[in-house]
């Protein structure tokens, strides 16, 4: 029996994986937690690419934290 490895199933398990750990998160310091998790487990060329194909976005987020960070 051979196994084939399908991308698409292991995208779609992970997903189910983090909204079911998203609902039993009790607080918010628990769903921060919870988020710094996958996000530092995503490749950093991933997110390279989300910056390359949207540089407006990038600038909106960091105007606003400068906003909210120095009034």
């Keep these: ?36 998790g996958e996000w530092t487990r995503t490749p950093a060329i991933h997110w390279e690419k989300l910056l390359e194909g949207n540089p407006k976005g990038l600038t909106q987020v960091i105007q606003s934290d400068i906003k909210d960070n120095y009034p």
């Design 1 to 36: 029996m051979r196994l084939a490895f399908d991308v698409k199933v292991f995208k779609k398990f992970n997903k189910v994986n983090i909204d079911l750990k998203v609902r039993w998160a009790i607080n918010l310091t628990q769903f921060h937690q919870l988020c710094q």
